[in-house]
């Protein structure tokens, strides 16, 4: 009790610079949240190993732990890796669509290849599905916002895709456009080397209309708006800086993930947490040399005389 009436003072300071702290987290959470909602309003401008067996996602019992909802067909687990659900994936991911999900109708469907090739090829999504070798891979995409999805993605490569073409020595770059006019862009070389591929299945199951069909580019560790949906064009460019739908709107062109959970919306929040406790820090001891230190020399002058 003596030390605390000793230092009543600095133990105030102390109080008031935890208070100042609190309510810079707690406006930090409201930005976050707002800047959150605000992307999301722009945006609304091997073999399986467990199986399940219908065209709508199953519910389980209602008496059961779980309410998860699975297609048929749908796989859980994949060479012992758990992989979320579509109806999860879809409930995260189906709201960035720029004008709304487009119907695509398959048998009218084509997937055209165009620009620095000798030969311009159009494919139908028999061509895609029948035509070429199917690759099966685990691969986690991660959005800025902060979610998450690991899945099962069956499809084909692009580098097969473009083959056929005949691509010319000075392409860099391939931009990709989708029905509902999104585009975006990544360079050839990373698509080459990684195997990048074009999925029209996902967790054992045809890519449902939400999740992109009848392609969804998986743009492995990549933040999730280089995974382009309802995929309809590939322009083989020597145009590296091309700034797709995101991009153009201040996205970094560069979406390698550096960190699972650092993207260009977290970098922001961290920068503003920053800013708040820095200016919490100047608060508090502002107040110390204003409050504290002159009254301590009044003291020691009294104690003097």
Request: charged share 15%; aromatic share 10%.
């Amino acid at each position: 009790m003596q030390v605390f009436k000793r230092y009543k003072r600095p133990f105030l300071v102390v109080g008031w610079l935890i208070i100042i702290l609190l309510a810079s987290s707690l406006a930090v959470q409201c930005v976050s949240e707002r800047s959150t909602m605000r992307m999301l309003s722009l945006i609304s401008s091997p073999l399986p190993t467990e199986i399940l067996s219908a065209s709508t996602p199953i519910q389980t019992p209602s008496g059961a732990a779980s309410t998860l909802s699975l297609y048929p067909e749908e796989v859980t687990r994949y060479q012992n890796q758990s992989l979320t659900p579509i109806s999860d994936f879809i409930g995260e991911f189906v709201a960035t669509s720029i004008n709304g999900t487009p119907s695509i109708n398959q048998s009218t469907y084509r997937l055209t290849i165009t620009g620095l090739v000798n030969q311009t090829v159009s494919y139908t999504y028999a061509d895609v599905v029948k035509n070429f070798q199917a690759h099966e891979e685990v691969v986690r995409i991660i959005c800025v916002e902060g979610w998450s999805a690991t899945v099962l993605w069956q499809g084909v490569s692009v580098s097969d895709l473009l083959q056929n073409t005949g691509v010319s020595p000075k392409a860099n770059t391939l931009i990709f456009y989708a029905a509902d006019g999104y585009s975006t862009s990544l360079p050839l070389s990373y698509v080459e080397q990684n195997n990048i591929i074009i999925a029209y299945k996902m967790n054992n199951v045809t890519l449902p209309t939400e999740a992109g069909f009848p392609f969804i580019l998986v743009a492995q560790n990549q933040y999730g708006y280089k995974w382009i949906k309802w995929l309809t064009e590939i322009d083989v460019s020597n145009n590296s800086g091309y700034l797709g739908y995101w991009e153009s709107r201040g996205y970094p062109n560069n979406a390698t993930v550096s960190s699972p959970t650092v993207g260009p919306l977290n970098f922001v929040i961290t920068l503003e947490i920053l800013g708040f406790s820095a200016v919490a820090i100047i608060v508090g001891v502002a107040v110390y040399l204003i409050l504290v230190k002159p009254k301590k020399r009044i003291q020691q002058t009294e104690e003097k005389i």
